[in-house]
């Protein structure tokens, strides 16, 4: 009987040396891609659904900070992100959630990201972004000399 059990144990401890050596030859998990320097914000014609009440699970270690659900456009659609512990990328970077703020032409998006983002101009979704405008020629205010401002139509 205790030789049973002594080759029984022999084997585990092989199997467990195998596993093991397996495991050290595993190559590293590969670096998670490079965030955006550039938040670019767009104009959606479609509202974003109502935000989805989610359940903040347990912290899984400290430096982790808890990126809430959003909505986010793909240029098809709304698609929910779900709410999830991530590690901020640099020191003394807080998360900013998604907004959505109503505007002439439809919404304006302004993806979630970290504070450590830039977030650039906002364009129409699926076009480039729009850096400002020209006012017409001849419209507007103009001053006239001694009278203050004047509007011309």
Same mark, same amino acid.
């Given at each position: ?5 002594? /080759? ?9 040396? %195998? ?7 595993? @190559? ?7 965030? @955006? ?10 509202? @974003? ?12 270690? &400290?430096?982790?900070? =808890?990126?809430?659900?959003? =909505? ?7 698609? =929910? ?14 998360? %900013?959630?998604?907004?959505?703020? /109503? ?22 979704? &699926? ?9 017409? /020629?001849?419209? &507007? ?13």
């Amino acid at each position: 009987m205790s030789k049973l059990i002594s /080759r029984s144990l022999a084997a585990a401890l092989f199997a467990g040396a %195998i596993v093991a050596s397996a495991h050290a030859q595993l @190559p590293p998990p590969p670096p998670p891609p490079p965030l @955006p320097d550039e938040i670019r914000p767009a104009i959606v014609e479609i509202a @974003p659904p109502p935000l989805r009440v989610e359940t903040v699970v347990a912290r899984p270690g &400290g430096g982790y900070v =808890w990126a809430k659900g959003y =909505w986010d456009w793909s240029g098809a659609g709304w698609a =929910w992100i779900p709410g999830r512990w991530v590690v901020a990328p640099a020191a003394r970077a807080t998360w %900013i959630p998604a907004r959505y703020t /109503r505007v002439s032409g439809g919404w304006e998006y302004v993806p979630a990201h970290w504070s450590t983002q830039r977030v650039v101009a906002a364009g129409k979704a &699926g076009r480039a972004p729009a850096l400002g405008h020209k006012k017409a /020629r001849g419209k &507007g205010h103009a001053k006239a000399k001694g009278k203050g401002h004047q509007k011309h139509d």
